[in-house]
């Protein structure tokens, strides 16, 4: 065993520090994976259900709420239950409501389908990294975020290949059921080799009732305000949401023991970390969702290929994280997080340029690629700087903070591009979107594949815009962090 993830940092040999990020990360990729896998599956699922594009878009807005909805419970739930056994419950809840998606009938029971298994899945990352982290000492916490966090990075890249190949081997329904055997092996694994945990070393936290109501419903607005605009109601959600969120952080701050801490934000490299993180993360997030879209409504490619196409950004990000999250021990923070975030401005520009109707596919692999190069050097490292000088007894509260952060921005970034695409092809398809698109006659669709490049390249200099964003947070990040305070 690896250590009492509770009872504070062992310093356990490598080889089984190195086998406990495995193990966690398995579970971690099946989730972040989940995020795109839809993505190119929606015209056959639309197809396969004989349903609309706006139903089955619920599939992937679902699955995000479900995320959203639960990941502010995880700190708390790990305290009170115990982490190993709160990751165990919530990998079988995932695996069990993915074979219930890959069966349902209909649209409106997958999207009820996927929204548990957000609920499982919502609680992996943040449980799991709050387990490898307690589980190590600070100066390996680096080396364990490499393994813990990749899925983050590479499985959102991996998620459109994956699908299109399922799509065009076996069925859309394959895109939920192979998470059967994933699953149950990564449970076993788990189940062997997770450290049982000791008695705490610090009080549990009663339940922040308030704070529970506030916080994910207020997250669940937001998300649903993004998805829903540019209608009334989406405005109406949206407002809505971020008034209660503003109403949780204003009560957070004067109550003794809150749902999420967010008093963390008072430390400079943790506030810096989590804004860089959310700006790069919504370009991040939006974009690997409009590529497969461009490839197959603009470019008339299968939906193989359209996955296929991220591939190398794969393996952009495998290779650029191993060698980033060795380095941030060593460089300061701020080089760290600015040097990702201009990267990923650059590979910003490069999809901009790249969504023509005739661009050549080297530039668009090539401004992927740099993408995931981009992400490899930017998620992971930051991260790991903006919680290896905390305390072990905060390392939950943070890692939930952000968790939650993080996924609140993927779903707004992949809202945002969504409207803007639906936005493009209004006219063309009279509101039936991407789907409706590729549904079209080839004559027709001709029509309407000029308004869908347009579309995507508006989608793209939104993200253009949020990488600035990014790299203007990135100057603020601390040039060095308190070494004496990562030693105790």
């Known amino acids: ?102 069966l349902a009938g209909n649209a409106v029971t997958l999207a ?36 813990l966090g990749l899925p983050l990075i590479v499985g959102p890249v991996l998620g459109p290949p994956l699908s299109g190949w399922l799509v065009d081997a076996a069925s859309w329904r394959w895109v939920f059921l192979i998470n059967l055997p994933v699953g149950a092996l990564a449970m076993l694994l788990c189940a062997r080799f997770l450290p049982r945990e000791a008695t705490p070393g610090f009080p549990v936290r009663r339940i922040d009732w308030a704070g529970l109501a506030l916080l994910p419903v207020g997250g669940t607005g937001i998300v649903l305000g993004c998805t829903l605009i540019p209608h009334a109601s989406g405005a109406a ?46 370009a991040y997030f939006g974009a690997l969702t409009v ?51 201009t990267l990923g401005l650059v590979a910003m520009v490069g999809l901009v340029a790249a969504t023509t109707t005739n661009s050549p596919y080297g530039l668009i692999v090539a401004a992927a690629t740099l993408l995931g190069v981009a992400s490899g050097a930017t998620i992971l490292p930051t991260m790991t700087a903006a919680v290896r000088d905390l305390p072990a007894n905060e390392l939950p509260a943070a890692t939930t903070l952000l968790a939650l952060t993080q996924q609140l921005a993927a779903a707004a970034g992949v809202a945002v591009v969504a409207t803007v695409l639906g936005v493009a092809l209004d ?8 789907a409706a698109m590729l549904a079209l006659d080839p004559g027709a669709r001709s029509a309407a594949e000029a308004d869908l490049a347009v579309g995507v390249g508006s989608a793209y200099g ?10 203007v947070v990135a100057v603020r990040v601390p040039q060095r962090v308190d070494r004496e305070h990562v030693r105790q």
């Open 462 to 471: 939104v993200g253009t815009l949020l990488m600035v964003v990014a790299v």
């Open 237 to 282: 959600f949206l407002a809505a949401g971020l008034l209660l969120v503003v109403v949780f952080v204003v009560r957070a701050v004067r109550v003794a023991a809150p749902l999420v801490d967010v008093r963390l934000f008072k430390g400079r490299l943790f506030a810096t970390g989590v804004g860089v993180l959310t700006a790069f993360g919504a």
């Open 291 to 341: 590529l497969p879209l461009f490839v197959q409504g603009v470019r008339g490619d299968p939906a193989a290929l359209a996955g296929a196409l991220g591939v190398p950004a794969a393996i952009g990000v495998g290779v650029t994280v191993q060698v980033a999250t060795r380095l941030v021990d060593r460089v300061a923070p701020r080089r760290v997080a600015l040097t990702g975030v």
């Open 427 to 434: 006219g063309p398809t009279g509101g039936g979107g991407v």
């Open 1 to 102: 065993m690896v250590g009492d993830v509770a009872g504070g940092p062992a310093r356990p040999p490598v080889r089984d520090m190195m086998r406990l990020g495995l193990v966690l990360a398995l579970g971690g990729l099946l989730v972040v994976v989940d995020t795109t896998v839809t993505v190119v599956a929606v015209p056959a699922m639309v197809a396969g259900l004989d349903s609309t594009l706006a139903a089955v878009q619920w599939v992937t807005t679902a699955y995000l709420l479900g995320i959203v909805a639960v990941i502010p419970l995880a700190g708390w739930a790990s305290e009170r239950f115990g982490a190993r056994r709160v990751y165990l419950v919530a990998l079988g809840v995932f695996t069990v409501f993915s074979v219930a998606a890959g």
């Open 112 to 147: 009820v389908f996927r929204a548990l298994q957000g609920v499982g899945g919502g609680l992996l990352n943040p449980v799991g990294q709050a387990i490898g982290m307690r589980a190590v000492a600070p100066d390996r916490r680096g080396r364990l975020m490499a393994m």
